[in-house]
């Protein structure tokens, strides 16, 4: 540092020279006064740098998630979309005044080759659960990642976010009924980024099958689910962005028990299905910004559609079983916009709708099992949401519930999301 105050003096030395005599003094005294200021400037450089150093080698980093809602529906929530009984059907929803699901989440790099993330759900009654929790590779090279533990699979867009930052407070219907809200697995997962200007991300990913639609099996000393997705993306100018996704999941159920089924004749059992579980997706986003500036206003689309072919055999009333061949070919999708009109403020429009296709139905289940609802579930949603920093969040959602035939729902949610602690950086 006090290189650049003898740079300072030899730059002003022969101004001093040539100077009058009688501002001779005046200029040493600038000059002095200029040195004492470099020297506190130095102490107090050197006093925060331990503190700085201390505060940044904290490891793990954490953070915390606080969320509550209030939720008024018409409705039971817990009851499924027509033709979608034998899904998980977790709406997510409660009604009245509810905390919701925290998040305490922990991540650090473990050595130079290695990287380790844990999220603990704790849920509103007091129990707690692992979300994630994986160990993932940092030095590869060659834009090879490679991933192990439990993790959010990587098909689709939305599956592998957050809760906290979903643009609604609830999952699409397609979300509700194919992936229980969100697929999460135990296995490997490993991507590999192509080093193009396009972007261009191909992973595949082996796991126990844990969570619906697979089973967990105990017995099964092979992988009980395979998942292959791609995404490809790009900039239009520098206001646009967008990308698009393809995903193939293939998983077994086996007895998978599904209760209050409703049968041919308007009775409800509880039926099981044994089986393979095959989906096919595809995904698209489109953001911009002006000039690429997001800060101001913003606009984001995006849309993904999901088909999903069951095939295997179904036993009807378990207490009194009927078992024979059953397949059904079912899909959904949704499309969705937020615009960010001014600072902190946003407003979003979801559309949602699904297909409980026509079953294909062996001679014993004939007359028992409905083979066509001859119903489309749909939902609309809008939301209003204002967000003064990045680590909090208010929101208002209104949503036209006509998932169920001859039983629409008109709900309303309240929700506020707050972040304490270390916040990394959201996906695309």
Same mark, same amino acid.
């Given at each position: =540092?006090?290189?650049?105050?003898?740079?300072?003096?030899?730059?002003?030395?022969?101004?001093?020279?040539?100077?009058?005599?009688?501002?001779?003094?005046?200029?040493?005294?600038?000059?002095?006064?200029?040195?004492?200021?470099?020297?506190?400037?130095?102490?107090?450089?050197?006093?925060?740098?331990?503190?700085?150093?201390?505060?940044?080698?904290?490891?793990?980093?954490?953070?915390?998630?606080?969320?509550? #809602?209030? @939720?008024?529906?018409?409705?039971?929530?817990?009851?499924?979309?027509?033709?979608?009984?034998?899904?998980?059907?977790?709406? @997510?929803?409660?009604?009245?005044?509810?905390?919701?699901?925290?998040?305490?989440?922990?991540?650090?790099?473990?050595?130079?080759?290695?990287?380790?993330?844990?999220?603990?759900?704790?849920?509103?009654?007091?129990?707690?659960?692992?979300?994630?929790?994986?160990?993932?590779?940092?030095?590869?090279?060659?834009?090879?990642?490679?991933?192990?533990?439990?993790?959010?699979?990587?098909?689709?867009?939305?599956?592998?976010?957050?809760?906290?930052?979903?643009?609604?407070?609830?999952?699409?219907?397609?979300?509700? #009924?194919?992936?229980?809200?969100?697929?999460?697995?135990?296995?490997?997962?490993?991507?590999?980024?192509?080093?193009?200007?396009?972007?261009?991300?191909?992973?595949?990913?082996?796991?126990?099958?844990?969570?619906?639609?697979?089973?967990?099996?105990?017995?099964?000393?092979?992988?009980?689910?395979?998942?292959?997705?791609?995404?490809?993306?790009?900039?239009?100018?520098?206001?646009?962005?967008?990308?698009?996704?393809?995903?193939?999941?293939?998983?077994?159920?086996?007895?998978?028990?599904?209760?209050?089924?409703?049968?041919?004749?308007?009775?409800?059992?509880?039926?099981?299905?044994?089986?393979?579980?095959?989906?096919?997706?595809?995904?698209?986003?489109?953001?911009?910004?002006?000039?690429?500036?997001?800060?101001?206003?913003?606009?984001?689309?995006?849309?993904?559609?999901?088909?999903?072919?069951?095939?295997?055999? &179904?036993?009807?009333?378990?207490?009194?079983?009927?078992?024979?061949?059953?397949?059904?070919?079912?899909?959904?999708?949704?499309?969705?916009?937020?615009?960010?009109?001014?600072?902190?403020?946003?407003?979003?429009?979801?559309?949602?709708?699904?297909?409980? @296709?026509?079953?294909?139905?062996?001679?014993?289940?004939?007359?028992?099992?409905?083979?066509?609802?001859?119903?489309?579930?749909?939902?609309?949603?809008?939301?209003?949401?204002?967000?003064?920093?990045?680590?909090?969040?208010?929101?208002?959602?209104?949503?036209?519930?006509?998932?169920?035939?001859?039983?629409?729902?008109?709900?309303?949610?309240?929700?506020?999301? =707050?972040? &304490?602690?270390?916040? @990394?950086?959201?996906?695309?």
């Amino acid at each position: =540092m006090f290189k650049y105050v003898a740079l300072c003096v030899s730059l002003l030395t022969p101004l001093a020279a040539h100077a009058a005599s009688d501002n001779q003094a005046a200029v040493n005294e600038e000059l002095r006064t200029i040195h004492q200021q470099i020297q506190q400037l130095e102490q107090r450089v050197q006093q925060s740098a331990p503190a700085a150093s201390t505060a940044n080698a904290f490891n793990p980093a954490i953070s915390l998630i606080l969320s509550g #809602s209030y @939720g008024s529906t018409e409705q039971n929530p817990a009851t499924p979309a027509s033709g979608f009984a034998m899904s998980a059907n977790d709406s @997510g929803h409660s009604r009245g005044f509810s905390l919701q699901e925290s998040e305490l989440g922990f991540s650090a790099n473990i050595d130079p080759l290695f990287r380790g993330v844990a999220t603990v759900s704790l849920a509103p009654e007091g129990s707690s659960s692992v979300e994630n929790a994986f160990v993932e590779t940092t030095t590869l090279g060659h834009g090879l990642n490679l991933k192990m533990g439990r993790f959010f699979s990587g098909l689709g867009y939305l599956n592998d976010q957050h809760s906290h930052v979903w643009d609604f407070v609830d999952q699409p219907l397609v979300y509700r #009924s194919f992936w229980d809200n969100q697929l999460a697995d135990d296995g490997l997962q490993f991507k590999w980024l192509a080093p193009s200007d396009t972007f261009i991300e191909l992973g595949g990913e082996v796991g126990r099958g844990r969570n619906f639609p697979g089973s967990n099996r105990a017995d099964n000393n092979g992988a009980g689910a395979e998942t292959l997705f791609a995404h490809i993306g790009d900039d239009f100018g520098i206001s646009s962005s967008w990308r698009t996704g393809f995903s193939l999941h293939q998983t077994k159920q086996v007895d998978a028990v599904s209760n209050n089924v409703p049968d041919a004749l308007g009775n409800k059992f509880s039926d099981s299905f044994t089986g393979d579980s095959r989906t096919a997706g595809m995904d698209f986003v489109w953001k911009y910004a002006p000039n690429g500036n997001p800060t101001v206003t913003n606009f984001k689309f995006q849309a993904e559609y999901f088909q999903r072919k069951n095939e295997g055999t &179904l036993t009807y009333n378990t207490a009194t079983p009927f078992s024979d061949s059953y397949s059904v070919t079912q899909s959904g999708w949704y499309a969705q916009g937020i615009y960010q009109f001014m600072p902190f403020w946003r407003a979003g429009i979801r559309y949602d709708q699904l297909d409980s @296709g026509t079953a294909q139905l062996g001679s014993a289940l004939v007359g028992k099992v409905i083979s066509n609802y001859g119903f489309t579930p749909t939902r609309s949603s809008v939301m209003v949401d204002y967000s003064p920093s990045e680590f909090s969040r208010m929101r208002v959602q209104y949503a036209l519930d006509e998932s169920r035939q001859g039983l629409p729902d008109h709900q309303i949610f309240m929700q506020y999301i =707050m972040s &304490l602690g270390a916040h @990394g950086a959201h996906q695309f």
